[in-house]
Nanobody, 121 residues
Framework: QVQLVESGGGLVQPGGSLRLSCAAS????????MGWYRQAPGKQRDLVAS???????KYSDSVQGRCTISRDNANNTIYLQMNGLKPEDTAVYYC???????????????WGKGTQVTVSS
């Protein structure tokens, strides 16, 4: 059983900052790419940022320059530091991990339950 647990969401004023965390636990042999996605009401789930196990990062155009994704491989945890938050950043933020549960298992796609981020004055 694999679990991804997000934390750090909340209500913040425009221009403020939040730091999201996501910890993966359970029967994990190896983790590859991890990332953050977000979904606003009535919209599709979109990539915010991703990071490989080697530390290479990718960001959506909408958050480039305002957000930083980082990773602690020893603890199977990723973080998303978000600065200069805007009302349009309001969404449920989901953690995603591509991982194997055994050495010869196929790589599976796992999701957390999400954490709400609301940017409002």
């Amino acid at each position: 059983q694999v679990q991804l647990v997000e934390s750090g969401g909340g209500l913040v004023q425009p221009g403020g900052s939040l730091r999201l965390s996501c910890a993966a636990s359970g029967s994990i042999f190896s983790i590859y790419d991890m990332g953050w996605y977000r979904q606003a009401p009535g919209k599709q789930r979109d990539l915010v940022a991703s990071i490989t196990n080697g530390g290479s990062t990718k960001y959506s155009d909408s958050v480039q320059g305002r957000c930083t994704i980082s990773r602690d491989n020893a603890n199977n945890t990723i973080y998303l530091q978000m600065n200069g938050l805007k009302p349009e950043d309001t969404a449920v933020y989901y953690c995603n991990a591509e991982l194997r549960i055994r050495s010869r298992a196929t790589i599976g796609d796992y999701w957390g339950k999400g954490t709400q981020v609301t940017v409002s004055s």
